[in-house]
Nanobody, 125 residues
C-alpha cells in the first residue's frame, strides 16, 4: 500500500507559478513511476505529466509542455510538479498517482495503482 498526500495548491493569477508536491509513504517509493493528473469541473480526469522511477524519463500532455516540469526526489519520497505561466484553463483539482512500474509511467488513470486526495489549483484571469 502507498499513501500519497498532495500539497501546494492555491489561488493564483494568470502568468503566476505554483509548485505542487506529493509526499509518498508506505512501500518503496523508487519502485514506482509517478504521474500527475487533473480534473476540471464537468470534465474527465486527464493526464498532465509522468516520470519514471529513476527520474530520467519524463512525459507531458501537450497543453502543459514547456510550462510544467515534473521531478522527483527518491530520498525524500516526493514528486513535484512545477507549473509556470499558469492560465485559467489550468484550473482543476490536481492528483498525484503511483504505478508499480520501472517503465513508462502511463497516461491513463487505469494505469495507476494509488492516488492522492487531490489539491485545488485555481487560476484567475
Amino acid at each position: 500500500q502507498v499513501q500519497l498526500v498532495e500539497s501546494g495548491g492555491g489561488l493564483v493569477q494568470a502568468g503566476d507559478s505554483l509548485r505542487l508536491s506529493c509526499a509518498a509513504s508506505g512501500r518503496t517509493f523508487s519502485n514506482y513511476a509517478m504521474g500527475w493528473f487533473r480534473q476540471a469541473p464537468g470534465k474527465e480526469r486527464e493526464f498532465v505529466a509522468g516520470i519514471r522511477w529513476s527520474g530520467t524519463g519524463t512525459y507531458y500532455a501537450e497543453p502543459v509542455k514547456g510550462r510544467f516540469t515534473i521531478s522527483r526526489d527518491n530520498a525524500k519520497n516526493t514528486v513535484y510538479l512545477q507549473m509556470n505561466s499558469l492560465a485559467p484553463e489550468d484550473t482543476a483539482v490536481y492528483y498525484c498517482a503511483a504505478r508499480l512500474s520501472y517503465g513508462f509511467p502511463g497516461a491513463k488513470s487505469e494505469d495507476y495503482d494509488y492516488w492522492g486526495q487531490g489539491t485545488q489549483v485555481t487560476v484567475s484571469s
